[in-house]
């Protein structure tokens, strides 16, 4: 299963050949580690400050081609193409059940054949001025945006919407695409990903050294962002037209210098012990009408900024901050039981390796690690051997100050 994962070098290019027997969909990806918080960069020793959404609408801008219609060309190979950008990452991918190969070599054609114009960039605007707009509309979308806003220094990337502001978007043209295209579109900064009933790799390495036509190496680096905790405000409410009271809450983590896989699971599993649905938290905060089925918790990493989001629809959300405190302050002054962190750890085991059986998941999960400096084989190596001591260490870097994003 994991361990038939291939790691390649083709010609400076990370290559994941992932063979996956008598499934029927196969799904290639290109990940390029260039997202929404990297706006500010330096080239030749020079800092240039973009305005936010450009790596989202250099996504929107290479399916613009010159001479033909880049969705006819994989519908007519019987293959849906998309894309997507998130805070770390941009990635153009397919599905297919017939015709890999040919579909394969139009995807690294897609993202090897750049065309902007003023024209077509600002024909663009207007399109992902709605998108915007859609977003901001979206009550669970907004909820988690503000929250950043007020966890962190309005300076700080993380808090800028993926797409950008209207505002932001009117300044971006075709220049700053070429630009953030030649330096961060390469060979070295990208990961290939295939998975499926496919099993010609030599013909998927002849196809990327005969038809990925990207720069060798990046050329420009991100300017590293010290937060500064200059926020003011720990609450933010926000009315929108629902009827109930969506919540997001963050504690920061402040751990640093720790190999981020690690951190991730380790902070996963802590999560999963203390507030999971089998923990005496969520019983408590259940039976007392706090909280219901939707409350739920994750463990962010985004570079630098690390983050506990508890989420859920309630109508007391700041008695849950204060439970959530109390039971982080009970663990932090005892010792996990043992039986349950094993109980958890085999039940995050057990689900990572069920999501194997899509191939949709293996593929964004290993874009997703390569994002973050890492591969499946490095996580799941990790989630195998971490240990309660590794876990209860990390709990000494939740940050009990919390914030709270509402919308009712």
Known sequence: MIDNIIYE????????????????????????????????????????????GVAHFLEHKMFEKKDYN?????????????????????????????NFYENFNELLKLVSNPHFTKENVEKEKGIIEQEIKMYDDDPYWRVFFNLMCI????????TNDI?????????INEDMLYQCYKNFYTKDNCIIICCGDIDDKTKIEDTILKNLAINDKKTANIQEYEENNKNKSKYVEKKMAI????????????QKNVTIFDKIICNKIVLDIIFGKSSL?????????????????????FNENASYIFSGISKEPKEIIKYINEEIDLFKNKNFKNKDFER???????????????????????ADYFSNGFSIKDYYNSLQNITIEDVEKSLEYFDNDAYLSVIN
């Open 344 to 366: 958890v750890k085999n039940k995050h085991i057990g689900n990572f390796e069920r999501k194997f059986n899509v191939i949709d998941n293996i593929v964004s999960i290993e």
């Open 243 to 254: 009827n109930q009271k969506i919540f997001n809450i963050g504690f920061k983590n402040l």
């Open 70 to 98: 880049i969705f006819d060309k994989f519908n007519n190979l019987g293959a849906n193409v998309n894309a997507y950008t998130n805070f770390l990452s941009t990635a153009y991918y397919f599905n297919c059940v017939d």
């Open 163 to 171: 797409a950008g502001s209207v505002e932001d978007i009117k300044n």
């Open 281 to 301: 938290f969520y019983e408590k905060l259940y039976n007392k009408g706090i909280i219901d089925d939707t409350f739920g918790f994750d463990f962010n990493n």
């Open 151 to 158: 966890m962190y220094d309005k300076n700080n990337p993380i």
């Open 9 to 52: 070098n083709i010609n400076g290019t990370t290559l994941a050949f992932i063979p996956k027997k008598n499934f029927i969909q196969k799904q290639a990806m290109i990940c390029f580690k260039y997202g929404s918080m990297h706006n500010n960069i330096i080239v030749d020793k020079e800092n240039i400050n973009l305005p936010a």
